[in-house]
């Protein structure tokens, strides 16, 4: 009978905390698009998890690097929620909807880097997370679509497919990174039946979502992620092919939508001249359902990122989160990885998916989203590991963490 020397063995059986780390990221993904509790069960037990580790890994350069990025938005959303109520402003930001984005925000995402620091979530393994739990809200469209009988429905917006995120655009917005995740895997196995068969359905399901959205998204993604074969010189001519294909997957569908177009614009038109009202303070995180119905075409939400920043919180809001997403995308982009490379084209589909649909206070599919990709993009970044052991197994064993992160390098 072969034998295995204790140290081999030691290292092959598998951590218990990677386990319950590993156990409790894919509760979370698979719960964000439909929503249910087991979202914030697992974000809070991370968060618990987290705070019962000793207080120096809070000072790694990864978490302080995440806490000032995600501070930089959101700390001038509180102050002005503050100086709302001050002023006696009836449509205030309440404390629920704060207590929730630090929650999110911070709570869990912290909480997930200090898991990452600990080596017990390896990068490869986190991947294979998010498109194991992203494929199952894919497979479920389909499922739904061959329920409903509409095999027969292929044309653009004849059926639109919602998966278990129970609406059309996110739907497709969660389909589109996915296919940007599969797309990774790709340019480095392009020979893998699986990730094309993946591949495959998530573009189909995109179709099926009749989400112009989530066709820029999926663009966006897709030549972010292939630029890195360009060189810097060349970025310039990329921005000038990227930018018109970009325009034209936008209105590929526009005869069909014209209504939503001129909706659009009558929205960004009505928020800024809010906006314009109230720079400094802004109107409060649900003040926009507020304003006259006929103004803003009885819709709700200004489905702008930074248009909703400005309206909860005024104008610093929109300036820390430029300022900090700015400098993330420098830096993933000047690390020149394999790995950076990925997060940066995740990066700009969710900034694209915000500036078209969401809203970064009040969503809770693109609250979790951003802190998730701002997570993993500190991660790439200012990638740093306190555990001794973690750093023990990566010297004898390099290709099990260093194969994401390390190996595959630029050039």
């Not at 294979?128 to 679509?145: E, K, T």
């Not at 939508?257 to 001129?262: G, P």
């Not at 803003?296 to 309206?311: F, Q, S, Y």
């Amino acid at each position: 009978m072969l034998r295995l020397p204790a140290r081999t063995a030691h290292h092959l059986r598998p951590d218990p905390r990677s386990v319950i780390a590993s156990l409790l990221l894919t509760i979370l993904v698979l719960s964000l698009p439909p929503k249910t509790a087991g979202l914030h069960i697992s974000g809070a037990l991370v968060m618990l998890w987290a705070l019962l580790q000793p207080r120096d890994v809070l000072s790694s350069r990864t978490i302080r690097a995440y806490f000032l990025l995600t501070s930089a938005w959101l700390v001038p959303v509180i102050l002005a929620a503050i100086v709302q109520h001050a002023v006696g402003l009836e449509t205030a930001t309440e404390a629920r909807p704060l207590l929730t984005a630090l929650f999110r925000m911070l709570g869990i995402g912290v909480g997930l880097l200090i898991l990452l620091e600990r080596g017990w979530i390896p990068v490869r393994i986190a991947h294979a997370i998010f498109v194991g739990a992203l494929l199952v809200n894919v497979v479920a469209g389909y499922v739904q679509w061959l329920g409903d009988g509409s095999l027969h429905d292929l044309q653009w917006r004849a059926y639109r497919m919602q998966g278990l995120a129970g609406n059309p655009n996110p739907f497709g917005t969660f389909t589109s990174l996915l296919l940007t995740l599969l797309a990774d895997r790709l340019r480095q196995n392009h020979r893998n039946p699986l990730y094309w068969t993946m591949a495959l359905l998530a573009a189909g399901a995109i179709w099926l979502s009749g989400s112009r959205g989530a066709l820029l998204v999926s663009a966006a993604g897709l030549l972010v992620l292939f630029s890195r074969h360009l060189s810097r010189r060349n970025v310039v001519a990329f921005l000038m092919i990227g930018i018109p294909i970009g325009i034209t997957l936008s209105f590929v569908a526009s005869h069909f939508q014209e209504a939503s177009t001129s909706h659009r614009l009558v929205l960004i038109d009505f928020s800024w001249n809010k906006i314009l009202e109230s720079p400094l303070i802004g109107w409060g995180a649900h003040a926009f359902a507020t304003f006259p119905a006929e103004a803003r075409n009885g819709i709700d939400a200004p489905h702008n990122m930074l248009l909703d920043l400005a309206l909860t919180g005024g104008l610093l809001p929109v300036i820390g989160w430029i300022l900090s997403t700015g400098y993330l995308a420098y830096r993933l982009f000047m690390a020149g990885t394999a790995a950076a490379t990925l997060m940066l084209a995740l990066l700009a589909s969710a900034t694209l998916a915000g500036l078209l649909e969401y809203s970064l206070v009040n969503s809770l599919h693109f609250q979790i989203t951003w802190m998730l990709v701002t997570v993993f993009g500190c991660r790439i970044v200012w990638q740093e590991t306190a555990h001794p052991r973690h750093l023990e197994v990566s010297r004898s064993a390099p290709h099990i963490e260093a194969m994401p992160d390390g190996a595959a390098r630029k050039g």
